[in-house]
């Protein structure tokens, strides 16, 4: 066994920068075998330019309208027939809403260990191990692997992406869907209205929660994201209040954000909202309590009104923009 499969990420015609991520840890790893990466969806043949100069192997391409929506059986099986194949060492998929649905298929299927929601992976001699936060990101956990083939899923916006050395194109190889009766299928797709940033791929996060006291002064941050050219997040208090929707928490029940700017304003800093940006790159807090558990791990900390520090601060970008 050698080499590693990166089982890649796309979205609206586009490849998502979690797959850039995966490729650039794959390639610092250094492991004998090369660097195949596995495309799947519908009209992605033309997103193999876009892995130029990537030092990418090989890309199989899974081009075809049953693959256009994430189907868990067409998928996995996909995916574990092309593992058998080239024998890969290590498969990595991104520790989104997709790879944490599919990297467990792949791991009883290959009778393979599986290491999810890693925030890096590192060579001791050569041992791999994955690090990995644990307990709400209280710990971080340092494990190896006992099986031969190892899977590991990346937290998305944590790894650097390498610049593209030259525009050389990848080999490429096409893959056939296989005649699998399905549990399931995807019958509409319901999207948020607007531009929104993903969260999970944001840089940059401004954040509410109970302080915020009323769904109407969401607006604020709003303004101050969009001059920041972020996105809103939210505790789950404020989800709670029906105030914002879910798809906008953060934190143990909702989602793992590390953006390298995160904003939290009115929001105490409850462990389960700290577990999921507490790895942000820099945290700034915003809260009238100076007693606030969450300027315990923030990098900056703001003890006044939000109502009045939020509106200075977005004026003040404004200026320097």
Known sequence: MSGVLVVAEQRDGELKKATLEMIGKAVSLGLEGGIHVVLLGSGVSNMVASLAGREVTKVYIGDDAALKDYQPELYSDMVTTLARQIQPNLILLAATSTGKDLAPKLSAKLGAGLAPDCTDLIMEGNTLMAIRPIYAGKAIAKVSFKSETKIASLRPNVLPVPEAAGDTVPDTENLSVPSIELKGKVVQILKQEGDQIELTEANVIVSGGRGMKDP??????????????????????????????????????????????????????????????????????????????????????????????????????????
């Not at 001059?227 to 809103?232: D, H, N, Q, S, T």
């Not at 208090?237 to 904003?263: F, M, R």
């Not at 807090?285 to 977005?314: C, H, Q, R, W």
């Open 216 to 321: 109407a002064n969401f607006k604020i941050l709003e303004d101050l994201a969009k001059e920041l050219g972020g996105a809103v997040g939210a505790s789950r208090s404020a989800v709670d209040e029906g105030w914002i929707d879910h798809s906008h928490q953060v934190g143990q029940t909702g989602k793992t954000v590390n953006p390298t700017l995160y904003v939290a304003c009115g929001i105490s800093g409850a462990i389960q909202h700290l577990a999921g940006m507490r790895n942000s790159k820099v945290i700034v807090a915003i809260n009238k309590d100076p007693e606030a558990p969450i300027f315990n791990v923030s990098d900056y900390g703001v003890v006044g009104d939000l109502f009045e520090v939020l509106p200075a601060m977005t004026e003040e970008i404004r200026k320097v923009k």
